[in-house]
């Protein structure tokens, strides 16, 4: 067996307590990887060391680590105390304060090298651009015994992650856009965040209260005892501690790494066991699931920006009318904020509990690999591309394949030029319409039937590859049992079916949205249509 550690330091002392042996690279140098015969025998002394490792056999092939990294966030009541607020406010300044001195450094070095090719170059690693900082700070910062050193410490980190995404998309390695050099940040526009990874923190045994060093005990505005109650065991370990001010509100997020039971893909604990769906994502509606018993559920699209623009457009007017500074400045910066943060809540809200829903539900999930920067940019209009990032698609597959491999739930991603939407499910032929990116029902050109085309796009994904599909370089990544093409048509069924689903899952599911937005997730049960089935 074969383990990954963090770091090239963690592998010769593995090693060492375990008896195995580090491997080499193709140059005969050390890496991280420690060969040990038996893994069981000697995990207390892999995990003294560190945590941070993976599993994999002689051959290759990964295995699943007994530790998972989970996080969490809280709301922190921001401190009565003057001293305390001028205090955060100082360590999210030094955090900015260390980044634009590494943007800077490495600039003017780029600079220099124009003009002098011989020129030495800092390395662009945080121990690299940490040492100069150390070197210099009496200089740089006399000021610097003022804030924690793990506030230079994550300016850094930051600095370095940004000039890796340029120097990854400079050399054609990275995806997406062109990225420029980074850009300094300002007081106003910087995002006040700022990250421990040692010091004294922990999670107070009256689960109210955060200690983070330098700063002191943050009393918490919900319990922690999610995370708590693991740490007082011994069955989790605090990683990492990040404050960060979000949208007027001060918050806390912790990273830790917990024991897990591994869940071996199976159908146990589902709500139809015997079940697979298919989800088509979409603008009309968020989503649009039929199972391989034809049961259609729709899961209503809020449009939480769109009902609030009109609001938000009057709030930010009364913003730029304040004097900065002035009381009524602070109250109409207060107002929007909490605007924008009640709009990002309900669209978490809604993804976590769709999610949850089908997790719940369904022995297997397909979903369609979306390329959601790319739908936004066809869009044309603005107005069409703020619904894109109105909707936000993206939050979707990443909560449910973590929700997916931990329930056990195989999880197939249909390939990304697989014509689901444009593919008729009965015959196989091509759909004609006069704007077929914004029809809602399409005509095939093979035989002439009208389907609703979210239906008939979410039936191709549940019966893929079988259907009439056209693999591309993606392919499926679980393999996949048939199930019934036809649906069960009958409306009592559908009906019993849906109280079945609403009984059993915790996610309350009511009917469509209209006026205010809510934070339920709307799915609706709809009868399919008998004309639709082959």
């Known amino acids: 067996m074969i383990l990954t550690m963090r770091s090239a330091k963690d592998a010769p002392r593995v090693a060492e307590l375990t008896g195995g042996t580090v491997v080499p690279n193709d140059k005969g140098r050390a890496t991280r990887q420690v060969r040990i015969e038996d893994f069981a025998a000697h995990q207390q002394e892999v995990e003294s060391v560190s945590v941070l490792f993976s599993l994999a056999r002689d051959d290759g092939d990964p295995l699943p ?37 590494a943007l800077a450094k490495v600039g003017g070095e780029l600079e220099r090298r124009k003009v002098d090719p011989t020129a030495q170059l800092t390395p662009w690693t945080l121990q690299a651009l940490r040492k100069a900082w150390n070197e210099g700070k009496h200089g740089i910062a006399p000021w610097w015994r003022e804030n924690s050193k793990e506030s230079y410490a994550s300016g850094i980190t930051d600095a370095v992650v940004a000039l890796q995404n340029f120097a990854s998309s400079r050399n054609g390695t990275r995806k997406g856009r062109q990225v420029g050099f980074p850009r300094f940040e300002s007081r106003r526009r910087a995002k006040n965040r700022l990250r421990f990874t040692t010091g004294a923190m922990r999670l107070e045994p009256d689960r109210r209260g ?53 869940a071996s893909p199976s159908n146990q604990g589902a709500t139809y ?57 602070e109250r109409a910066k207060a107002k929007l904020a909490r605007m924008d943060r009640r709009i990002g809540n309900i669209r978490r809200d809604l993804w976590h509990k769709f ?53 056990g739930r195989p999880l197939v991603v249909v390939d990304r030029f697989f014509a689901s939407s444009m593919t008729h499910y009965g015959c196989g032929g091509r759909f004609a319409a006069s704007r077929p990116a914004l029809s809602k029902h399409l005509v095939c050109e093979r035989c002439g039937e009208t389907v609703d085309r979210d239906i008939n796009a979410a039936k191709n994904l549940r ?33 019993h079916d849906t109280e079945l689903l609403r009984r059993s899952c915790k996610t309350p599911l009511v009917g469509a949205v209209t006026g205010e937005a809510r934070t339920e997730v709307a799915l609706v049960a709809m009868e399919e249509p008998r004309e639709g089935c082959v």
Not at 279 to 300: I, N, P, Q
Not at 315 to 324: T, Y
Not at 367 to 379: K, Q, S, T
Request: charged content about 25%; proline content about 6%; overall charge positive.
């Open 210 to 262: 955060i200690t983070l060093p330098r700063i002191g005990t943050l009393p918490s505005k919900e319990n922690t005892r999610r995370v708590q109650r693991h740490v007082a065991k011994g069955s989790a370990r605090v990683l990492s501690i990040t404050l960060s001010e979000h949208c007027g509100r001060l918050c806390v997020s912790i990273t830790y790494a917990v024991r897990r039971k591994i």
């Open 273 to 329: 066991p015997d079940r697979v769906v298919g989800v088509d994502l979409g603008l009309r509606h968020l989503a649009t699931c039929v199972d391989s018993a034809g049961e259609v559920l729709v899961l209503e699209n809020p449009r939480v920006l769109k009902k609030t623009l009109a609001a938000r457009r009057r709030a930010a007017r009364q913003l730029s009318r304040r004097i900065p500074g002035s009381r009524g400045y």
């Open 65 to 101: 680590s007994p530790w998972v990294c989970l996080g969490a966030r809280f709301e922190v009541e921001w401190p009565k105390d003057p001293e305390v607020v001028q205090r955060i406010r100082s360590h999210f300044g030094a955090r900015r304060y260390a980044k634009n001195w």
């Open 355 to 407: 999610t949850r829903v089908l997790v719940d539900t369904y022995a297997e999930i397909h979903i369609e690999d979306l390329d959601v920067a790319a739908m936004g940019r066809g869009m044309g209009r603005r107005a069409f591309r703020r619904s894109v990032l109105d909707a936000a698609l993206g939050m979707f597959r990443r909560r449910l394949e973590y929700k997916a491999e931990w329930a």
């Open 463 to 495: 019966d893929w590859p079988e259907t009439h599909a056209s693999p591309g370089a993606v392919g499926a990544s679980a393999p996949r049992v048939p199930g019934p093409l036809c649906g069960t048509g009958g409306g009592s069924a559908a009906s």
